[in-house]
């Protein structure tokens, strides 16, 4: 278990965008197993639950006008249509979250990252999984239970689409080897964690420092 202790500070967003067959919710769900003091921001979204999901858990699963409510009560901090279906991160569990310090990982498409950077501009570190070749995510798209060559097709172009916007993310990771991508998804974490301005915490720290001498 990688783990380090909650202080004072702020928490921060990681948040993570990759194409479809990437990795991106295999290292989300790995650092989510391996960093306790992380927690999964739950998006709410107008699709249907896979046969794994767990409503709350994985997403709020709504229906379209439950959506548009919470649109027009400005319950999102940003909201996109990503495919055929509508997906939104819920602005107050957010905020919540993050003044009590907790770090919070997004996993949300070009569309999320960019509003969530502009919304949330000193607290977002974004990063960008990318697959080490085109072949290699056909091979990751085809292996998946139910891929039928139409759909493999329509992921590939909707990951040209996505990896077009790879310059706007603050961190790349080539994702070649899990273990690899992961521990630099990690030290992106710990590193982020130790900025000076999201430290407010340190002020006394540093006061009784001096105060020592
Ligand atoms: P899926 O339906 O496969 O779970 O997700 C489809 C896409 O929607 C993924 O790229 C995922 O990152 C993105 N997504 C999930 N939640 C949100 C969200 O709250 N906002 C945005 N903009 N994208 C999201």
């Not at 907790?102 to 960008?128: E, I, K, T, Y």
């Not at 603050?170 to 130790?194: M, S």
């Not at 000076?196 to 006061?207: A, F, G, T």
Request: contains cysteine.
């Amino acid at each position: 278990m990688l783990n380090s202790t909650l202080t004072g500070r702020r928490g921060l967003m990681l948040v993570l965008s990759s194409p479809s067959g990437a990795g991106k919710t295999t290292l989300a769900r790995k650092l989510m197993e391996q960093c306790e003091d992380v927690k999964l921001s739950v998006s709410m979204t107008t699709r249907t639950p896979r046969p794994n999901e767990v409503d709350g858990k994985d997403y709020h699963f709504c229906s379209e006008e439950e959506f548009r409510g919470t649109i027009n009560q400005r319950g999102f901090l940003e909201w996109a249509k990503v495919f055929d279906h509508y997906y939104g991160t819920p602005k107050a569990n957010t905020l919540r979250d993050l003044e009590a310090g907790r770090d919070l990982l997004f996993d949300v498409d070009w569309q999320g990252a960019d509003a969530l950077h502009d919304q949330m501009p000193n607290d977002c570190v974004s990063v960008f999984i990318l697959p080490p070749s085109m072949a290699a995510l056909e091979a990751r798209l085809a292996a998946r239970a139910g891929s039928t060559p139409e759909l493999i097709a329509r992921r590939m172009r909707d990951a040209r689409a996505e990896i077009k916007h790879w310059r706007r993310y603050d961190y790349c990771i080539i994702n070649e080897d899990l273990d690899v991508a992961f521990d630099t998804l990690w030290q992106i974490l710990c590193v982020e964690r130790t900025r000076r301005l999201r430290q407010d915490d340190l002020e006394p720290h540093v006061r009784q420092l001096l105060d020592e001498l």
